[in-house]
Structures are given as structure tokens and as C-alpha cells.
């Protein structure tokens, strides 16, 4: 068998300007970094609340290794059930106020088996068109029908459930807020339609969690939905700084999920230390509310200053600012130029959002410094000011 393929298909890529290369980052996550050897203002990390680098976390994790060992020695269902699993779970259903929830190991294993195990054949799941690619793939691990809606569109989730309605079951799935856009959907909106038309509601918090409602329960949280959504997702490795996932909802849902979702079952569960740095996390994120406040204060400077210079930013609501471009090249191109003046700014083009919306995803940290984001603003200017041709959508 020939592998031509393989460097064919590079090629193509390249061809196409859409060749993705690893960065390499020496030190810790913070809101500089060293990247391939210099340091820049990271505009590009989901550490929100920046906390990946906290002590706090790392003496929990230092500690529970001291205790518990590094690895957990096999999947949940077997031996690897251990104290701080169930710990860390407990006070997750506390945190999102439901009567359970699980730990997954990522959140996109949890996405493809919490689809998988909820919906299959004869069944129809509503999902937004700018859902993450985690839940594009459990729609289609499931065997379910997807239909999916533009984005944030009642009227065409309503079409849709209307035309779901001799199916056996139908799940509306949504992220809360958007990976790539940083918008919020219309939660209230999509439970009332999900009442009205006999549909579950799943609801994927990777960018809520941490960031949104009172104690940073998330978007559910904020808008006092926890009791009419089933099944609430989020991550461990976004604004709480550490890595995992999990599911909170009801303890029949969770013991399903125990029984029934592979990718639960059929992995060896996650390590000490990374439960204990997530319980580190929880006490923070609830107990240093100035965290979000820092985060709101520095997401309001950097978009005031870049609609001051002229940039055009997407409609975000969130610490995820889509400065958009349009074409791939261009995107690249400027971001490139602003990483050379020591701004790091990921370029996000196609598979990762539809062609022609290319756009450069900012994100801010509750510790970006006024300084960091000022000279960011200089930076963005001098660039513009530079490169028109690079930065005119
Ligand atoms: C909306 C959304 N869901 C799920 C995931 C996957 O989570 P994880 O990184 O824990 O696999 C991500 C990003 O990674 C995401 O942005």
C-alpha cells in the first residue's frame, strides 16, 4: 500500500493555505507567553479566569499525588473509581445545582458518548449550526437524524422540531456560548421550544463555565434553567484551568451514562491530580468573584480600542472576541504580523468555522494587565496602520 497519500494530502493543504503547524510554548500559561522563544501577549488561551498557573491548583494536585499516586490504573468501571471521583463529582452537582454529575475525560469525549448514548436511530437531533466539532461528531456517531438549524434561528429550530415530531425521541443540543464567535444562544428560548415540542435539551458549557452566572455556574446558571435542561456539559480545561469534562444533571441520567456511554466506559479514567487541581479550581472559581470582574473589565477595554482603530469585531458577548477577516490568507497574514510584534492572536480559518469567515479569535484573561492590553491596542494600530491590505475585511 502506497503512502503517497499522505504527503499528497499535505500538499493540498499547503496549496490551499490551510497547513496547520504546532507552536511550541516553554513555561507556564499566563497572559504572556513564551512562544517558539518569544515572549507575547497571549490573546489565545481558554484560561479565562487565569488560574492554569495557580498555586493553589498545583499544591492540590502535589498533594493528592503524595496520597493517591499518579495514575488511576484503569477505567471508572473497573478499578479506577477512586475518592477524589467521586468527590470532585459531588461538588460539581453542588456547583451546577443538579442532583448528579460524571466526570469524562475530555470534552470531546464527552460530547460524541453523551450523543451516542442519548439518541440513535428513529430519533432527531437539532443541533446549531456552529456547534463544535466534537458535537458534529456525536450526531453522527449516534445514527440519529441531524438536522441542524442556522445559527441561533428559533424559527428554523421550531421547523425542525416540527418535522421531528413522529420521531421517537428529539435532543436539542447547543453550545452556550460559541467557541468561535463568543455569541450566547437564546437558552430560554430553545427550553420554552423544547417544552413546547416534547425535546431534551442538552447544552455544551465549555465556554460558559467558570465565566458566566452568579458563582461562574454558567449560561444554565445565569438564566436559573438548571431544573428544565437534561443534560448540562462543561470543561475542566477552559476557564478552570486544568483538563477533563464532565455531565451534570440528573443521577438517572448519570447512571445511564455509567452503564451505556463508551466513551466513559471504555477508557482508564483520569489521574489524582487532575481531580484534585479541578476541586482547587472549583473553590476559586466561587470564591474570587473579582476574577470575572477583571475578565469584564479587560474584554470592554481591548473591544472599545479595537472599534476605536477601525477593526470588525463579530457580536460577542463573551471573553471571545471574533475579529473578522474573511479570507484564510488574509486571517493568517495578520496574524502572523501581530505575532511579530509580540501579539499572539490565533487565526481561525476553515474546517473550524465556514469559508469566507476567517477571523482572528482574541481571547482575554481576568490577568491580562491594563499595560498588556494597551500595548496590544498600539500593537493592533501599528499593524493596520502598516498592512491595510491585511486587516480591511
Ligand atoms: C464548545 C466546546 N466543546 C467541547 C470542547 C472539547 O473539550 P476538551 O478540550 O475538554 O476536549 C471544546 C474545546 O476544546 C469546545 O470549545
Not at 96 to 113: C, H, P, R, W, Y
Not at 264 to 276: G, Q, W
Request: overall charge neutral.
Amino acid at each position: 500500500m502506497t503512502a503517497d497519500f499522505i504527503s499528497a494530502e499535505l500538499k493540498a493543504l499547503q496549496d490551499a493555505g490551510l497547513y496547520r503547524r504546532l507552536r511550541r510554548v516553554e513555561g507556564d500559561q499566563d497572559s504572556t507567553l513564551t512562544l517558539d522563544g518569544r515572549e507575547v501577549i497571549n490573546f489565545s488561551s481558554n484560561n479565562y479566569l487565569g488560574i492554569a498557573n495557580h498555586p493553589a491548583l498545583a499544591a492540590r494536585a502535589k498533594a493528592a499525588i503524595d496520597l493517591y499516586g499518579c495514575g488511576s490504573g484503569a477505567s471508572r468501571l473497573i478499578s479506577g473509581n477512586m475518592t477524589l471521583h467521586e468527590e470532585l463529582e459531588a461538588k460539581l452537582a453542588q456547583f451546577k445545582n443538579t442532583e448528579a454529575a460524571l466526570v469524562f475525560n475530555s470534552g470531546f469525549q464527552a460530547n460524541i458518548g453523551i450523543l451516542a448514548t442519548l439518541a440513535g436511530e428513529g430519533d432527531v437531533i437539532l443541533s446549531d449550526a456552529l456547534n463544535h466539532a466534537s458535537i458534529i461528531d456525536g450526531c453522527r456517531l449516534s445514527k440519529a437524524q441531524t438536522l441542524v438549524y442556522a445559527h441561533c434561528d428559533l424559527k428554523g429550530l421550531e421547523a425542525g422540531l416540527k418535522q421531528a415530531a413522529l420521531a421517537r425521541r428529539r435532543l436539542i443540543v447547543s453550545e452556550t456560548i460559541f467557541s468561535m464567535d463568543g455569541d450566547e444562544a437564546p437558552l430560554a428560548d430553545i427550553v420554552e421550544l423544547a417544552e413546547k415540542y416534547d425535546a431534551m435539551v442538552m447544552v455544551d458549557e465549555a465556554h460558559g463555565t467558570g465565566v458566566f452566572g452568579a458563582n461562574g455556574a454558567g449560561v444554565v446558571s445565569k438564566w436559573g434553567l438548571a431544573s428544565r435542561v437534561l443534560v448540562q456539559m462543561g470543561t475542566l480545561g477552559k476557564a478552570l484551568g486544568g483538563f477533563g469534562a464532565y455531565v451534570a444533571g440528573s443521577r438517572d441520567l448519570c447512571d445511564l451514562l455509567i452503564n451505556r456511554c463508551r466513551s466513559f466506559i471504555f477508557t482508564t479514567s483520569l489521574p489524582p491530580a487532575v481531580m484534585a487541581m479541578a476541586l482547587a479550581a472549583l473553590d476559586l472559581v466561587q470564591n474570587e468573584p473579582e476574577r470575572r470582574a477583571a475578565l469584564q473589565h479587560n474584554c470592554e477595554k481591548l473591544k472599545a480600542g479595537l472599534s476605536r482603530s477601525g477593526f470588525e469585531l463579530g457580536k460577542s458577548t463573551s471573553p471571545i472576541l471574533p475579529l473578522m477577516v474573511g479570507d484564510a490568507g488574509r486571517c493568517m497574514a495578520l496574524s502572523a504580523a501581530l505575532l511579530e510584534h509580540g501579539v499572539f492572536a490565533q487565526g481561525i480559518r476553515p474546517p473550524t468555522v465556514p469559508v469566507g469567515t476567517s477571523r482572528l479569535r482574541i481571547t482575554l484573561m481576568a490577568t491580562h494587565s491594563e499595560a498588556q492590553i494597551e500595548r496590544a491596542l498600539n500593537i493592533f494600530e501599528e499593524v493596520k496602520r502598516r498592512w491595510p491590505a491585511i486587516t480591511t475585511s
